[in-house]
């Protein structure tokens, strides 16, 4: 008896297009899959996914308001997704980027608190270095455990972000409270301390300091990965360890790199939301960016421009999710869902990179 | 600070209370490894079990059916990893964080409703007789049900590991998949199995959490019960009875950390709240000095099977 | 003659044909095995010879054609169904399971293992029987690979087997541990069963078949009695063309090069083996020979000379200063190149581009970079040149690694070390799996560089293409290297000791 089956076909090399094409998919069918979702809460789909995908942008009374929050929303995903991405590629697995997101507010601020009110210019660039030093400091714990004793990163940097969770909420009702905050938890505000203040640079368009540090991460990503020994002795860890070894690499150092780095970008996103957008430390500031970066990272592909654009996106449905919540009464829960969604059809379609499907009839 | 306050029996019995969760989360996630697949969906899996055994139990008034309820939804969530990983080759990390990540927003929307509402707990069993023993009798013979159901999961797993047919093809599968296909095993099918029991043993252990230990519904309230789960199975070795020597372990970190801070102790909340999660890092550290000894040789890797 | 064959046949085969995308792995195959004949099926990598034995086996379906075993159809589903019907095969690797037991492996390759307790009697029992000593209860993970090759032979025989399908199994085995499993194939053929055998080892078949069938491209070009055909004629029926034997000029050794001095080498792998008190010098213009069996220290060896792994004490001196603490990128800036066994994913990543793993070694003495920066352009003429003068086949250099066949592959990495002008070049066995123009390519290329002053150590499982290339031979066996000897003059007895020890238990059970 001859039977029709499908056989996965490993390509001789990945497919350029389907690494383009499978992501653009994977929204189509997270908008589909959505959508019937959305259907299911009561909700009429096309509407819902209009208010997420086209309002924040486009809509009269809206859009004004929502366009400038899209880069404030999509610089600390892109700049934490960046360095991650790194890592990924090496096959070092730091999924505690919120843990060091929330270290590099702590000491971004502390640092911004000890001078207040001084006034001087060189306060801002202090804690952007000490945002990132909190983040990198963060990281390589996991980073030492891992080269020293050969510790599981996934699950160590993971643990330190419920370390960093409750660090949070002891220093945001104990050592950067604000001594005129009559007892309430949280520090002071930076919006009344100009000289530590992430201020938006032009106005309108949400453009902020890290924003402009995201665009720069992305750029050096881009020429690290490319054009760069460093960026090849990353590529080559991740796909071929021994011929890593073979060709010089030194194994610990690049896991401190990765880590390091991506500590050190996530600190710095965290340090500049807690300047800007978020204005002050309180026990609940942090708001998952450390774990939906990760997402951005695979929906770009793990490639500097992938992650750009798919920063833009994610902080699109972030943005939508909020309106559509406002507008439609979706339950924010859904939007996080939605998001899910999204990395589970891209992982579903990346098949399609490096294998073929043939449809063939066997003898059964 | 009364540290006299804290009753040793009552300690080791709630200690069982506190352990139980990661205990099933564990054990389910030490057969799934063992068939040489690593799902970090663990967490995903666990909240998603707890929020549908929650509501369940609401509706119905029977938590038995909770649990049961709560097994089916983890097993159907890991499904979606299994597919993934097993047809569709996605790499194991990177799905096991997107199921993590999927079922906080899944339980997080099931769930709204349910916030604040009370529920029907599980009912202590009190073995007759045994149960009077002093001493003995409130630490061992004074629980619900599910504590001695997942100390016969434990008994069973072993079992089936070590003296069974099944036992060994899902070690070899895990141990070497090209191996095993060779000799003409479906090393899928085994592994879509094994996903499945984790993905029970990790429903029930989040229904545990919502239905008994806390009991209530609160929105991510599994806290990163499900990664410290996975961090047992590698404290364990792989082994059954290790795991639940680690869960009890740590739950007794809890229980005690927990019963300090009632005790007053001058230590600051947040440290004594962040303990479990240092202490797991210790206990990992310390493992992997002596070596990962014991894990599957084809853990995390993809098969696919040419020609 | 195949007529009379096909009325007594164990089993016979008829047209079988097996095509996968861009290449027919069978065409139209017939040809029977007889009760209690060792049946050699003899050809080249890539000549068809595993998708042949894996459709016997049930792993693999035929497209077209017919299996007759005992007088009746045989279509196996899968290999279970193979075994029920008689059929057993020992793989030349994948099919052990590490972390279990002998008695656990042997349990999961048969369908209804008796109870443990059973099990393991019989597992001492048929291991006495047929000379093959083996203790049920030892993790297989810590055995020797002649012991492990045991435990799937003795998985097979405690099944009955009437044909048993052998792929390699001598490959990994030294010459006295061949002779021990030859006596018991012959035990075997006595008591009935016929064998499969599969190899390129010529003198093996001679020594061992009755029969032997001669696959060229997925067809059947010739059979005879290779008992009555010189190891020459095989060659040429197997390869088809005249082979070019690798041509070398005489000429006297320079001045040491290269020396190792009290090497110890603690490997971190608990798989690996460690080196222990290893000495060696080479000259320029010398072959040094390397020779033993998979798993006594070779891939350390090389680590040990390329700079990937520390040394625990003792020195490596090149021209008489030490470099043992330098890395692999430092000595090549020195002039010390080396080229690892596994192509893929150690000497080459499968899925970058030629481009790039041109990258992977070139960089330093090729300056394929600049402050850090990667030259793209320059690195991809380089590649190209080593496809050019090379031949290596494939489109082009932006092509992936895994795309290439074994020996196009093997061709890039020599030339990819070749053409850096090395001052001393180690390559680990430089012709696995590479077809037979491929590996004389390879080997005239070695000879080329020695002839140009070059100090080269092989190290190598192939003992024909080690006798064929080197000046001196030594041997590794558990991480000690033998005494080098010139190669001229030595015979394969001596050979034997030198790659078995002279304490190693193979040598023992042999007595």
Known sequence: MIRPSLILEKRPSPSRFWATTTPVLAVIATMIAGGIMFWALGKDPIESIRTIFWDPLFHETFGPYSRPQLLVKAAPLILIAIGLSLGFRAGVWNIGAEGQYIMGAICGAAVGLAFYPTENILIFPAMILAGAFGGWAWAMIPGLLKTRFGTNEILVSLMLVYVAEAALASVSQGLLQNPDGMGFPGSRNFRDFPAAYNTELITGTGMHWGVVFAFIAVIFAYVLLTRHMLGFHVRLTGQAPRAARFAGVNPTRLVLFCLGISGALAGMAGMFEVSGPAGQVTIDFNSGYGFTAIIVAFLGRLHPIGILLAGLLMALTYIGGELAQLMLGLPAAAIQMFQGMLMFFLLAMDMLTNYRIRFTLKNA | MDLSQINPILLIASLMVAATPILLAAIGEAVVEKAGVLNLGVEGMMITGAVVGFAITVNTDAPALGFVGAAIAGAALSMLFGILTQYLLSNQVATGLGLTLFGLGLSSLIGKPYEGMKVTTLAKMEIPLLSDIPVLGPILFKHDPMIYVSLMIIAGTWYVLKHTRAGLILRGVGENHDAAHALGYKVIRVRLMAIAFGGACAGMGGAYISLVRVPQWVDGMTAGAGWIALAIVVFASWRPWRVLLGAYLFGGITVLQLNLQAAGVPVPVEVLAMSPYVITIVVLVIISLKGNHGAPGALGKIFHATH | MEETRTQDALL????????????????????????????????????????????????????????????????????????????????????????????????????????????????????????????????????????????????????????????????????????????????????????????????????????????????????????????????????????????????????????????????????????????????????????????????????????????????????????????????????????????????????????????????????????????????????????????????????????????????????????????????????????????????????????????????????????????????????????????????????????????????????
């Not at chain 3, 499969?196 to 067809?219: D, V």
């Not at chain 3, 000497?347 to 330093?364: F, G, H, I, Q, R």
């Not at chain 3, 558990?478 to 304490?503: C, D, Q, S």
């Open chain 3, 12 to 511: 016979t085969l008829e047209g079988l044909t097996k095509a996968y995308p861009g290449v027919v792995a069978n065409d139209n195959v017939s040809f029977s095995i007889l009760p209690g004949e060792v049946h050699a099926l003899l050809g080249e990598n890539g000549a068809g010879k595993s998708t042949l034995v894996k459709m016997i086996y049930g792993l693999v379906k035929p497209d077209q054609g017919t299996m007759t075993l005992k007088d009746a159809p045989f279509q196996p589903a899968n290999p279970a169904a193979a075994r029920a019907a008689g059929v057993a095969m020992v793989f030349q690797h994948f099919s052990l399971f590490d972390a279990l037991s002998v008695a656990e492996n042997i349990s999961l390759g048969m369908d209804h293992p008796p109870k443990p307790r059973e099990l393991t009697a019989r597992i001492r029992q048929v291991s006495e029987a047929y000379g093959l000593p083996l203790d049920p209860d030892r993790i297989v993970g810590e055995l020797s690979a002649g012991e492990r090759q045991r435990v799937e032979i003795i998985r097979c025989l405690l099944q009955d087997p009437k044909l048993l399908i052998m792929d390699e199994p001598t490959s990994v085995l030294t010459p006295q541990e061949v002779d021990i499993l030859f006596e018991t194939l012959r035990k075997l053929t006595q008591e009935g069963t016929a064998i499969l055998y599969i190899s390129h080892k010529l003198e093996e078949i001679r020594a061992l078949c009755e029969h032997a069938t001669i696959l060229r491209l997925g067809k059947v070009v010739d059979t005879c009695d290779p008992r009555e055909k010189s190891a020459k004629e095989l060659a040429e029926m197997m390869v088809g063309t005249t082979l070019h034997v690798p041509e070398r000029d005489a000429s006297e050794p320079g001045d040491v090069v290269l020396a190792m001095d009290h090497v110890t080498l603690y490997t971190p792998s608990p798989f690996g083996t460690d080196l222990r008190d290893v000495s060696l010098e080479v000259r320029a213009g010398e072959v040094l020979g390397v020779g033993g069996v998979a798993g006594n220290g070779q891939d350390e060896l090389l680590a040990a000379l390329s700079g990937e792994a520390r040394l625990t004490s003792g020195s490596v001196l090149l021209n008489g200063v030490p470099i043992a603490k330098l890395g692999p990128n430092e000595r090549r800036a020195l002039a010390v190149l080396s080229a690892p066994e596994e192509r893929l994913g150690h000497s080459a990543a499968p899925d970058m581009s030629l481009t790039e793993n041109a990258l992977l070694t070139a960089a330093v003495r090729q300056r394929l970079t600049k402050r850090g920066f990667l030259r793209w352009g320059k690195t991809e003429d380089y590649a190209k040149r080593v496809i050019k003068e090379f031949d290596v086949r494939t489109p082009g250099p932006a092509n992936a690694a895994r795309s290439l066949s074994g020996g196009n592959l093997q061709k890039f990495v020599i030339g990819r070390e070749v053409l850096q002008k090395p001052e001393v070049l180690v390559v680990n066995q430089p012709t696995w799996g590479v077809d037979a123009s491929a590996a004389a390519d390879i080997r005239q290329s070695l000879l080329d560089l020695a002839a140009g002053g070059t100090a080269v150590i092989v190290i190598s499982q192939d003992l024909d293409e080690i006798l064929e290339i080197s000046d001196r031979f030594t041997a590794l066996n558990e991480g000690r290297l033998a005494e080098p000897v010139p190669t001229r003059g030595l015979t394969v007895e001596k050979i034997g000791l030198m790659i078995g020890g002279m304490h190693a238990p193979a040598l023992e059970d042999a007595e």
